[in-house]
């Protein structure tokens, strides 16, 4: 059983900058697919951004290529999600995801199935 809590949400305006965080608990986080998705309101989950704990293999989606940074640290079992230079699309509820066990290959955890774990989530609003 893993269990996911993510913190650092909150509300900016555009331009500014936003660090998640997802700490991971009650299972090995060692070789895992992780990722940040996020649902804006009235649109369907999407993800942003994913991370194979066991070596630097990261992916993202276009839009946020440029400004956001996933990164890991296996010492305190927790995914970061550095937002820069957000902007008002940003916008939404911010989900920590995980993949337990891992049933693929580290450079196919950029694909948005096969997640089976999820955080409760939490809020980036981005103001014009």
């Known amino acids: 059983q893993v269990r996911l809590v993510e913190s650092g949400g909150g509300s900016v305006q555009a331009g500014g900058s936003l660090r998640l965080s997802c700490a991971a608990s009650?299972?090995?986080?060692?070789?895992?697919?992780m990722a940040w998705f996020r649902q804006a309101p009235g649109e369907e989950r999407e993800v942003v951004a994913t991370?194979?704990?066991?070596?630097?293999?990261?992916s993202y989606i276009d839009s946020v290529e440029d400004r956001f940074n996933i990164s890991r640290d296996n010492t305190k079992n927790v995914v970061y999600l550095q937002m820069n230079n957000l902007k008002p699309e940003d916008t939404g509820m911010y989900y920590c995801?995980?993949?337990?066990?891992?049933?693929?290959?580290?450079?196919?955890?950029?694909?948005?199935?096969?997640?089976?774990?999820w955080g409760q989530g939490t809020q980036v609003t981005v103001s014009s």
């Open positions: 995801g995980a993949e337990e066990p891992l049933k693929r290959l580290p450079l196919e955890c950029y694909r948005a199935t096969g997640y089976n774990y």
């Open positions: 991370i194979y704990t066991g070596a630097p293999i990261t």
């Open positions: 009650g299972n090995t986080f060692s070789a895992n697919c």
